[in-house]
């Protein structure tokens, strides 16, 4: 493994990832091939844009043409698919971008990987895979997968064409299922940062139903170190849970972030719940630990740092946040904020 295509390298995870492989590993080459939606950022790739070990191919993983094309000029022998639509809110808005780029785009990678007998192809999947989890119980990788929103079943299909070019061409696969990351450069539609970024400015945090779901939060740079481990050490055709193994209700994780910001609990409204909302994901890690491997932050420690992160990067959130991001706003939340009246 030397020249790693990093697919949804411009994301959030994917940036992180790419960080974290050029300070680890002096001969890889990264290629990041990525479309820019709305949810790439090249701000996100600042600490690395002058590496010459660093490549961006600005295209979609849909395109079979510019994929194959990626791959021949640079030698590539591993793709890294992090590309996806990632918002479980917009899927329910409008699942279409969902289901090209997860279904569609993931059988354009495989199909190229094939035909150009890579070493690798590795494929980013989540938690949300197999549905609500009821209390006492944690998803083992053979488990079903029996995913309930319009993105958790995008991301299933991913994972069940990825495994069927394991079994039909003996591709070289491998899956990493993780829990929510929470860290630097996450898209601020996700809880923990558009919560981080409402309350830095005094507006409310528009928590969904009860609040009582549980979450696993991990920190980015955890999970990005269990990838490059089942990179080497994973064993071929398999599936890897990652997470901290321990869940969270969302209040809780609303106290500790105002707790960590100082600032007060008044900011929370009850608004309405998001349709078909699972309560409850929950991992069995053990695998992923028999591989070695041990998250270094605690959920706590990982809401922690990322709060202090906003607070810190204002350069980076402020400008998303006053583009299009806006009329997404208004349009997930306008309503739900006007029908709730404050609770405390
Ligand atoms: P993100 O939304 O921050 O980034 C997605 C990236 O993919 C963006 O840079 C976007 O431009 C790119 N992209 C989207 N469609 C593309 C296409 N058709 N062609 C090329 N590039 C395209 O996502 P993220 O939160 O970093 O998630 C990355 C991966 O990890 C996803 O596959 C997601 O399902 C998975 N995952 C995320 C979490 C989480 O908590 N965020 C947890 C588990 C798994
Ligand atoms: P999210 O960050 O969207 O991740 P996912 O739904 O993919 O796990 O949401 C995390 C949790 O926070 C989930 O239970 C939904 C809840 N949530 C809110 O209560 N309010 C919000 O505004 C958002 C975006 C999420």
Redesign the pocket.
């Known amino acids: 493994m030397k020249n790693i295509m990093v697919t949804g390298g411009a994301g959030f995870i994917g940036s992180n990832f790419v960080i974290h492989m050029l300070e680890k590993y002096d001969d890889y080459q990264i290629v990041v091939y990525d479309k820019l939606t709305y949810a790439g950022n090249m701000d996100n790739l600042l600490d690395v844009s002058d590496d010459p070990r660093y490549t961006f191919v600005k295209a979609d993983i849909c395109d079979a043409a510019a994929v194959e094309q990626a791959i021949q000029q640079h030698n590539i022998d591993t793709i890294v698919n992090f590309a996806a639509e990632t918002?479980?809110?917009r899927s329910i808005m409008n699942p279409d971008a969902f289901i090209q780029t997860s279904v569609y785009g993931t059988y354009v990678l495989l199909e190229a990987a094939r035909k150009f007998g890579l070493e690798r192809y590795h494929q980013i999947s989540?938690d949300?895979v197999y549905g609500h989890i009821p209390a006492g119980y944690s998803s083992v990788e053979t488990d079903n997968l029996e995913p309930r929103s319009p993105?958790a079943a995008s991301k299933a299909s991913a994972d069940l064409l990825v495994n069927a070019y394991w079994v039909t061409y003996q591709l070289p696969v491998t899956i990493t299922r993780g829990s929510?990351n929470i860290g630097p450069f996450q898209y601020p539609?996700?809880?923990?940062p558009?919560?981080a970024t409402n309350a830095i400015d005094g507006e409310p945090l528009?928590?969904?139903?009860d609040?009582r779901?549980m979450?696993e939060y991990q920190y980015v740079r955890d999970h990005c170190e269990a990838i490059d481990l089942v990179l080497h050490k994973g064993v071929l055709g398999e599936a890897y849970n990652i997470g901290t193994g321990v869940e969270m209700e969302?209040l809780a994780m609303v106290e500790i972030l105002l707790d960590e910001l100082r600032l007060s609990s008044d900011l929370i409204r009850h608004?309405a719940d998001?349709p078909g909302?699972?309560r409850r994901?929950s991992l069995d890690i053990g695998k992923i630990r028999a591989l070695g491997w041990r998250p270094r932050h605690s959920a706590e420690e990982a809401i922690r740092v990322t709060a202090r992160w906003y607070r810190d990067n204002e350069w980076w959130w402020r400008k998303i946040k006053s583009g299009e991001f806006k009329a997404y706003y208004q349009a997930q939340?306008g309503r739900r904020l006007q029908e709730a009246a404050p609770t405390n």
Not at 189 to 192: D, F, L, M, R, S
Not at 206 to 209: E, I, K, M
């Open positions: 918002h479980v809110d989540t949300e993105y929510n539609e996700k809880v923990v558009l919560f528009p928590v969904y139903g609040g779901q979450r969302n608004v998001r909302h699972d994901y939340y």
